[in-house]
């Protein structure tokens, strides 16, 4: 039974496993995720060797440099060997030039400051951006060398990825979202990213724009609809708040989701008192 499970049925895909050949020798592995966790677990055919692997996070990237470490460690060969890097300082006028929302290969991104430098945030993972020089950056969750790119006259224009000396894309900074064609949902990820960040004013001007696109997604609408809450905006809120609840299939559907939002938003510090304001217009 053992050896049928770890038979590969089509191209690296066995019963219940992947197979995987490090330097000649045959591992099976899988990965495992829930809200809350990841986990991953490489083990060897005939080798005896093997590891698994849990984190309390939704990210898993850090696995792959924990699995990393144990090879190191234990001399397994097949598996990459951490790489060296020297970081450079970059000046804060520099800096202020690299702030904004950027979009590569369809996927929205934006690189923010923090208490210890930049950081890029794509698709829900928040990196920090190691310069190597003061273009160039790296990004420890997210791999590859980013180097920015700029115009005659010295304006940040965007920035390129390169994956293993190969270049796979070369993305834009944001300057007018009447031309953007980002891939479908990423408007709504990077409004709810923004939103969260209590960056309002930035995030209704992109959930607007995903609504033109995906008018049939609620979820769009439910997060303007934050938006506009938190900004002080409370008439528009409400309106829109009420066009989301009447999208349900069931009474209390989006009545739950919603409730279940407005909670998250109290335990992370949001305004109180417009939540429950909105709370007892809404009979939630």
């Known amino acids: 039974m053992v050896k049928l499970h770890t038979t590969p049925y089509k191209n690296d895909a066995a019963m219940g496993t992947f197979l ?62 951490p790489e060296q890097i ?25 690189i923010e400051k923090g208490k210890d430098g930049l950081y890029l945030w794509t698709d829900g993972i928040t990196s920090k951006m190691y310069f190597t020089s003061t273009t160039d950056f790296r990004n420890i969750e997210l791999g590859g060398t980013k180097t920015f790119t700029f115009d005659n006259a010295g304006k940040v224009t965007g920035y390129s990825n390169t994956i293993n000396s190969r270049l796979r894309a070369t993305g834009q900074k944001i300057t007018n979202l009447d031309t953007l064609k980002p891939r479908p949902g990423q408007s709504g990820v990077l409004g709810r990213h923004l939103l969260e960040t209590k960056n309002y004013d930035k995030a209704i001007d992109f959930l607007s724009q995903g609504i033109e696109s995906q008018p049939s997604d609620s979820l769009l609408i439910r997060d303007l609809a934050h938006s506009y809450l938190f900004k002080g905006d409370f008439a528009k809120a409400i309106e829109l708040y009420q066009q989301y609840l009447k999208r349900g299939h069931t009474g209390n559907e989006l009545s739950e989701s919603l409730k279940n939002d407005f909670e998250y938003f109290r335990k992370a510090g949001f305004d109180h008192s417009v939540i429950k304001k909105a709370s007892g217009i809404l009979s939630l």
């Open 20 to 81: 995987q050949n490090r330097n000649g020798e045959k591992y099976f592995v899988h990965a495992a995720g829930n809200e809350g966790f990841t986990g991953y677990f490489l083990a060897g055919l005939t080798n005896g060797k093997g590891v698994a692997l849990f984190v309390n996070s939704d990210d898993g990237h850090v696995l792959l440099e924990l699995i990393n470490s144990v090879a190191l460690v234990y001399d397994w060969k097949g598996f990459r060997k």
């Open 86 to 110: 020297t970081t450079v300082p970059v000046n804060e006028t520099l800096c202020s030039k690299y702030i904004g929302e950027y979009i590569l290969d369809g996927w929205l991104s934006e």
